[in-house]
């Protein structure tokens, strides 16, 4: 197959992989009219974990489950949980593109770590990139010192919560199986659902609850294999641009399932974050062009 050929079909792995994800998204907006989010998460993840462990079965790395409790990957599946805590409780009260818009933030975070932590230096068109990011934000949460702007703020710390796993994740050592690792992102939900139970009022979940949350199970386990293959096939660098592509998926789903039509702040804070994030995606290419490119002697 010519690079070509396998960068095509990265990037229709990639875009299949966001429209699952905005699915399992839906279905869970749609639960939580009757179900609190740590009850929410432990039973779509109840009905998840079978579904990656069977796939680890069928892809013969059962051995591989011991990784499950090395350092790095329980300390990713801890940031893990946090996401998952804080976007299922801010899908509820927020328009699907918003929260989807807000997560795309995470390249922009990714960004802000790394430089305050000294982990690489950052340059005036970096910063900002990231200021622009930011005024992305502000429009898509519309700060107006309503309800939402609670539910946006909690949608921030999941974007950020996302930018420190997605570091963590960097850090894996390759030969720790991608789908070992999404068992030990599912078994985090689990265990966050649970530590939510003390502070919850959970009720008797409705037969089309029980199916929503299997859907979604279903739909994002189905988003994490194409992800895997997706990043198996091609390039992150072509492939990164292509991850946007959920924001139109959440404007679409949002306005079918629950009639939402993003209002002006949302389309242009939208905008200035796909533009922080492109070109941040492109400053790291530029960057490790650098660091690869051969020494030339004086």
């Not at 905005?22 to 609190?36: E, F």
């Not at 930018?163 to 690792?181: F, G, N, Q, Y």
């Not at 985090?188 to 299997?214: D, I, K, R, Y």
Request: hydrophobic share 55%; aromatic share 12%.
């Amino acid at each position: 197959m010519t690079d070509y050929a396998r960068n095509k079909r990265g990037v229709l792995y990639l875009l299949l992989a966001m429209a699952v994800f905005v699915v399992n998204d839906m279905t869970v907006k749609m639960a939580a009219a009757s179900m609190p989010p740590g009850q929410m998460m432990l039973v779509r993840s109840l009905f998840a974990v079978p579904m990656v462990f069977a796939l680890i079965v069928a892809s013969g790395e059962t051995k591989q489950l011991r990784y499950l409790f090395t350092r790095l990957v329980l300390f990713r599946a801890l940031f893990e949980m946090l996401v998952a805590v804080m976007f299922i409780s801010a899908l509820a009260h927020l328009p699907l593109a918003d929260i989807t818009a807000i997560l795309q933030a995470t390249p922009i975070f990714l960004t802000l770590i790394v430089a305050v932590f000294g982990i690489e230096r950052i340059n005036a068109r970096g910063w900002l990139a990231v200021l622009v990011g930011f005024i992305g934000v502000l429009l898509v949460s519309k700060p107006t010192g309503g309800g939402d702007w609670t539910y946006s703020l909690i949608a921030l710390g999941s974007a950020v919560f996302v930018a420190i796993r997605d570091l963590l994740t960097r850090r894996l050592p390759s030969h720790v199986p991608s789908m070992v690792v999404t068992q030990g992102t599912t078994l985090s939900v689990v265990l966050g659902g649970l530590l939510l139970a003390p502070f919850e009022t959970w009720v008797m979940p409705s037969a089309s609850s029980f199916g929503l949350l299997f859907i979604a199970a279903f739909f994002v386990t189905l988003g994490n294999v194409y992800v895997i293959k997706a990043y198996r096939t091609a390039s992150v660098a072509i492939l990164s641009p292509f991850r946007y592509s959920v924001i139109f998926f959440a404007v679409v789903l949002g306005f079918v399932a629950f009639g939402e039509i993003p209002d002006w702040l949302t389309i242009s804070g939208s905008s200035l974050i796909i533009a922080a994030g492109l070109y941040t995606i492109y400053h790291e290419r530029r960057r490790i062009r650098a660091l690869n490119a051969p020494a030339t002697e004086p």
